[in-house]
Each structure stands twice: as structure tokens, then as C-alpha cells.
């Protein structure tokens, strides 16, 4: 059974830094590209980051590149999202993702409260 | 990067069919044949329906189909039931080699 279980989320003051924490198990990590996704709250879904299954690329919306950094390790099968100069509209429920142009596996979500 | 147009709500009486459209542009929906659907019920995570236009995941339900045309991709619901009020989005591969959702449509079952 694929799983992706996420960690790290809490809450941050602005600018502050997270960083965010996948691991998966049920199919050969090093084999899949992965993506986060962020759903604000009440609001609607928005893709984040991608990162190929070897790592070597990676891409961002407009909104967080230059501030959070997408990385895996596929010794420990672990995807991450080190997110810097938090703002409050980084607020949100952070999922992991598996597949390329589609996504069938998803984390539970971990919620990022950005306040002062 | 701007999000995919969906209608913010539609609605539906059990047992009939409604559609939701999601419009893009040439740099996405246009261009690839990429489109995917997602369910969403309130505090779950998204649940695949529709992936490359028109392919549905193995065990999905027969009831959900999708289309594309030019710019805009669209899934239809038929046989309407109540299970299926939730939230939807598309998504899009685009020519940034990044993805795009939709704004997402909350369908009502009346």
C-alpha cells in the first residue's frame, strides 16, 4: 500500500523559517517524481513545487521560488520543503504528492500557520 | 501562472448530469494533453477522478468523464448522487513545465 506520511507543519512567525517532511513506503521512492501541493484555508488548491525522481530538477510557482527549496533523499525515502521568509499567505495545509503530470497519492496534510 | 477558470458553483437534482469547464490558455490546457481531476470532501485530501483528459485511475467510477476542447477541459458527472457534493479542481501540465489548478467549483446536489 503506497503511503506518504507528512510531518513538520506548525505554527511560525513571519519571516521565519519550516521545513516540512514526507516519508514514503509502499513503491520504490527513487523511481517517482513528487510535487507539493497547498490548499490555503477555504480556499482552493495550488501547486508549489515539483522535483524529479533523481532530484536533479526542480521547478516553483512564481509565489515561493527564491524562498522555499524542494529536496529528496531516496536513501531514506523522504521528500522535504524547506520553506524560508515565511509570509502570512503561506499559510496552509501542505500535501505531498506522488506521480509526474497527475496526482493519484497524496499525504494526510500538515497545516502551516504563518501569524505574529 | 495564472489559475485555470472554473464556475464557482454548480448544482444538480440526483440522477441527472452536470458538467464543470475549466478554461486555460495555449501555454496549458491548449497545449497538452494533461488534464486531470480531483475531488475534494471537506477535510480530506483531493481523490483523483480524471487524469490525461479522459483516462479514469483503475477502480473509478464510470459515472465521471472527461473532454477538452482548444482551451478548455471539462468533466461531466451523470447519474447525479448525493455522495457526490464536494469540492472539484482540474489541473494542467503547463509549458513552464510547472502545473496549474483551477480555482475549483463546489458542486451542490439539490
Known amino acids: 500500500e503506497v503511503q506518504l506520511v507528512q510531518s513538520g507543519g506548525g505554527f511560525v512567525q513571519p519571516g521565519g523559517s519550516l521545513k516540512l517532511s514526507c516519508e514514503a513506503s509502499g513503491f520504490s521512492f527513487s523511481n517517482y517524481e513528487m510535487h507539493w501541493v497547498r490548499q490555503p484555508p477555504g480556499k482552493g488548491l495550488e501547486w508549489v513545487s515539483y522535483i524529479s525522481s533523481s532530484g536533479s530538477t526542480s521547478y516553483y510557482t512564481d509565489a515561493v521560488r527564491g524562498r522555499f527549496t524542494i529536496s529528496r533523499d531516496n536513501a531514506k525515502n523522504s521528500l522535504y520543503l524547506q520553506m524560508n521568509s515565511l509570509r502570512a499567505e503561506d499559510t496552509a495545509v501542505y500535501y505531498c504528492?506522488?506521480?509526474?503530470?497527475?496526482?493519484?497519492?497524496w499525504g494526510q496534510g500538515t497545516l502551516v500557520t504563518v501569524s505574529s | 501562472q495564472s489559475a485555470l477558470t472554473q464556475p464557482a458553483s454548480v448544482s444538480g437534482s440526483p440522477g441527472q448530469s452536470i458538467a464543470i469547464s475549466c478554461t486555460g490558455t495555449?501555454?496549458?490546457?491548449?497545449?497538452?494533453?494533461?488534464v486531470s481531476w480531483y475531488q475534494q470532501h471537506p477535510g480530506k485530501a483531493p481523490k483523483l477522478l480524471i487524469y490525461d483528459v479522459i483516462k479514469r485511475p483503475s477502480g473509478g467510477s464510470d459515472r465521471f468523464s472527461g473532454s477538452k476542447s482548444g482551451n478548455t477541459a471539462s468533466l461531466t458527472i451523470s447519474g447525479l448522487q448525493a455522495e457526490d457534493e464536494a469540492d472539484y479542481y482540474c489541473c494542467s501540465y503547463t509549458s513552464s513545465y510547472t502545473r496549474v489548478f483551477g480555482g475549483g467549483t463546489k458542486l451542490t446536489v439539490l
Open positions: 504528492v506522488r506521480d509526474g503530470v497527475f496526482f493519484l497519492y
Open positions: 495555449s501555454s496549458d490546457v491548449g497545449s497538452y494533453d494533461y
